[in-house]
């Protein structure tokens, strides 16, 4: 046997189960390690520490941050449409076609209203900066 044929027989036998494995790999990895991922400082972390410290950066987020993150997810999510939209043409799943070419105006809608929001919300955030540099100065 070469290794040609092993890894077909791999690939038509075991489609789900290699990825099982690599899992069970990282999951017996972190149990003997007692951690996985390391903090900005190099400390290392266990996978609760890290869940916390990830919850507590989520929520402190501020809302233009997330806005910002909508906006730019946004762009991928309309080439898809758009790419998909001529995939399934070609293909001739008209059907398909259809539901990608009807959602396309209305993620453009939800681009644009979000790009308001984050002009607005970059506009507030900029004038309260202003409202505290004023007020540090006259304290001062």
């Known amino acids: 046997m070469n290794w040609l ?12 189960e290699i990825p099982l494995v690599i899992v069970l790999i990282i999951f017996i990895r972190v ?26 950066g989520i929520e402190g987020s501020t809302p233009l941050q997330q806005t910002k993150i909508t906006l730019w997810f946004m762009i991928p999510i309309l080439v ?4 998909g939209f001529f995939a399934t043409i070609f293909s001739k799943m008209y059907w398909l076609a259809l539901v990608l070419f009807g959602s396309f105006p209305i993620t453009v809608i939800q681009l644009i209203a979000t790009w308001q929001r984050y002009k607005i919300q970059k506009k507030v955030e ?15």
Not at 31 to 56: C, H, M, P
Not at 80 to 83: A, K, N, R, V
Not at 126 to 140: A, G, H, S
């Open 5 to 16: 044929t092993i890894l077909n027989f791999i690939k038509n036998n075991w489609g789900w």
């Open 31 to 56: 149990k003997i390690r007692g951690f996985f991922w390391r903090a900005r400082n190099g400390d290392e972390l266990t996978f609760k520490e890290f869940i916390k410290s990830w919850k507590n």
């Open 80 to 83: 898809g449409l758009f790419y």
């Open 126 to 140: 900029e004038t309260m900066k202003e409202l505290e540099e004023q007020e540090v100065k006259q304290n001062v």
